[in-house]
């Protein structure tokens, strides 16, 4: 078990340009899910996948966000036209079967100039 | 919709006495509740759940919970703060099995710590 990662750690960006984060999973969870957390706040939900499957959006998500997971393994948040507001900790979590909690990777901090 | 309310937005204790960190939350179903720990910069780091059966539930660190259903509380103890506790913590509850679980956090506690 070797944790969730995310990749970068940090991600710093001019207004406009497009961004793309990754999530590798703990191997073998088959549920993943984004969060994003702005200063203060506590991670709010963005999107659930089962597998490969996106069940889940969040009013959230604007049709800027693209999100991933193309053989249900990792996944993929993509922003495009990055905006200040989407300054923000960008959480992934996964989880295994029922009755077992999500773990959290440590996010990536994206910052817009 | 569910939701969870952290009304301490900030707390201070003194190194070696007792805490607790207030959590009410309000949803229609029995909840599936949690308690995590975030430093600075890091992710979040699960301290204990509740899914069913015993309501006291003992988590890492030395941290335990019990959950009220009669107040829709889950509030976090731990009998002597040590130092390195100095972080903010969040509650969250989650939908039961059988659904996308997501979970909706509150705003969250931050934990000084005084030697």
Same mark, same amino acid.
């Given at each position: ?5 995310? #990749?970068?750690?940090? %991600? ?5 340009? #497009? ?10 969870? #088959? ?5 994003? +957390?702005? =200063? ?10 089962q597998n490969e499957a996106q069940?889940? %959006?969040?009013? =959230? ?9 193309? %053989?249900?393994?990792?996944?993929? =948040?993509?922003? +495009? ?17 029922? #009755? +077992? ?11 817009? =100039? | 919709?569910?939701s969870v309310t952290q009304p ?8 070696? *006495? ?9 949803? /229609?179903?029995? $909840?599936?509740? @949690?308690?995590?720990?975030?430093? $600075? ?9 509740? !899914?069913?059966?015993? &309501?006291?539930?003992? /988590?890492?660190? /030395? !941290?335990?919970?019990? @959950? ?5 509380? !889950?509030?976090?103890?731990? $009998? ?9 913590? @969040? ?8 659904? *996308?679980?997501?979970? &909706? !956090? ?10």
């Open positions: 078990d070797t944790g969730v990662s995310q #990749n970068p750690r940090h %991600k710093i960006t001019k207004r406009g340009q #497009n961004v793309t984060f990754r999530c590798d999973p703990i191997s073998e969870h #088959n549920r993943l899910y984004w969060y994003r +957390q702005t =200063l203060g706040q506590g991670p709010e939900f963005l999107t659930y996948f069940l889940e %959006k969040s009013r =959230l998500l604007s049709d800027r966000f693209s999100a991933e997971r193309p %053989k249900g393994s990792f996944s993929t =948040l993509e922003i +495009q036209r990055t905006e200040q507001g989407d300054s923000a900790m960008y959480l992934c979590a996964s989880r295994g079967q029922s #009755n +077992q909690p999500q773990h959290f990777g440590d996010g990536t901090r994206l910052s817009i =100039l | 919709a569910q301490d937005i900030h707390i201070t204790v003194s190194e070696g *006495a007792s805490l607790e960190l207030r959590c009410n939350y309000s949803y /229609g179903a029995t $909840p599936y509740l @949690f308690w995590y720990v975030q430093s $600075p910069g890091q992710g979040l780091q699960l301290l204990l759940k509740y !899914f069913s059966g015993d &309501t006291l539930v003992q /988590g890492i660190k /030395g !941290f335990e919970a019990e @959950f009220k259903r009669s107040q829709s509380s !889950f509030n976090l103890r731990k $009998p002597s703060v040590h130092w390195s506790d100095a972080a903010e913590y @969040f509650c969250a509850v989650g939908a039961g099995t059988g659904t *996308a679980s997501k979970l &909706t !956090f509150g705003t969250g506690t931050r934990l000084q710590v005084t030697l």
